[in-house]
């Protein structure tokens, strides 16, 4: 598994939490028929990871500190210091605002995606795929496709 940066700088406490969350609806929907399942699906494909709040808060930060910064100089560094933040993020993969946004229980992508394809295994999306070895060997490339597409 690829190491995930986000995680690691988070409070173990923390991920524990979400992992739970994850778990506990991942039992519940594993109750639940194929339609509710899906619906679920279908919210998650919606929901907003980690990343996306940083850039979409960060792009809005930034802007607005240019605005006011028309007005009064010293605005500008608020633009500057939200940079400096997303520079520090791309290139260690942490930043401040991660910790708030963990404790408000924004996801990653990878946690999110967990939820989503283990409710596409309960609603029985991967069951055409052939689980015997000679068989994917045919042809796996296809068979994979039409599994995840």
């Not at 986000?6 to 639940?32: C, G, M």
């Not at 028309?70 to 560094?77: E, G, P």
């Not at 940079?83 to 996801?107: D, E």
């Not at 596409?120 to 991967?126: N, V």
Request: proline letters at 5%; glycine letters at 4%; hydrophobic letters at 40%.
């Amino acid at each position: 598994m690829e190491f995930d940066t986000v995680r690691a700088n988070t409070n173990p406490h923390l991920n524990q939490k979400i992992d739970s969350q994850i778990e506990e609806r991942i039992r519940f929907y594993a109750t639940q028929p194929r339609d509710v399942i899906s619906a679920r699906i279908e919210e998650l494909d919606q929901e907003k990871d980690i990343e996306r709040y940083l850039e979409t808060n960060a792009a809005a930060i930034a802007l607005g500190g240019i605005v006011l910064g028309l007005v009064r100089r010293k605005w500008l560094l608020l633009s500057a210091t939200v940079l400096g933040f997303m520079l520090q993020h791309a290139i260690k993969g942490w930043c401040p605002p991660i910790p708030l946004l963990r404790k408000m229980g924004i996801r990653t992508r990878r946690e999110i995606d967990r939820e989503k394809y283990a409710l596409k295994i309960l609603r029985g999306d991967f069951q055409a795929m052939p689980t015997n070895p000679d068989e994917l060997k045919k042809n796996p490339a296809n068979d994979v496709l039409s599994m995840v597409s």
